[in-house]
């Protein structure tokens, strides 16, 4: 059974699962900008690197004190991106080549099977893949372009109209944030590659060809695992 988005009221809302990079605002509180601080600071760290942060460290570099810093580290120990050292700080560790595989895997499950059955009825999901294609092609930030890259795939997700789905493809997505920030950091000819491969995804959904759409994504994820394999990265 293929679901269009006309039979999926949460999609309905732009905003739901929305991936998107933080702006620091005002109206940030203190907990929120040391989590975006972290947050950033992981996600730029080299997949095959390890880091530790201390409290201090990440006070005096962030420029926010302890207790909330304190408080984001709670945060993200909770989300799986460090292991935390009481009264000391955090340890980040390495994603090695068998994590990159194990999330490329479920990528290829979820995304495989959202495309499919999106692609017979796909409303007006095209229109909102070529928007967020524009977006991607005149991103100079590396965080931003892969924050849309994700926003793309979550986008076909969310019309796909399973929830457990989408909620299980969003505890990817900050992995997928930092093994993906690193390839375009590195290679900017990858950046063009994947503009025209989701240029394929969205061709073939737009014309509602699921077969394609399946063969477009699977194509676009096997050479994102060649590229997030690379020696240099």
Known sequence: MHA?????????????????????????????LAYEWLKKTIITLPRDEEMFLS????????????????????RLEAEGFIRRV????????????????AVMQARRVVEEWSVNEVAPDPGLVPDRLRTLL?????????VDFIAHDLE?????LRAACNPLMNDFYSSLRDRQMRMGVRIVMADETRKKQVLIEHSAIADAIAAKDAEAAVRAVREHLETTLRSMKAPNL
Request: proline share 9%.
């Open 4 to 32: 269009g988005t006309a039979g999926c009221s949460h999609f309905l809302n732009p905003y739901r699962g929305q991936v998107m990079s933080t702006p620091r605002t005002s109206g940030a509180t203190a907990p929120e």
């Open 55 to 74: 409290e201090a460290q990440v006070a005096a570099s962030s420029g926010i004190s302890r207790t909330p810093v304190r408080e984001a580290l709670m």
């Open 86 to 101: 009481p009264h000391k700080g955090a340890y980040i560790p390495a994603l090695s080549d068998s994590d990159v595989e």
């Open 134 to 142: 524009e977006k991607q092609e005149n991103d100079v930030d590396p």
């Open 152 to 156: 793309f795939h979550t986008t076909i």
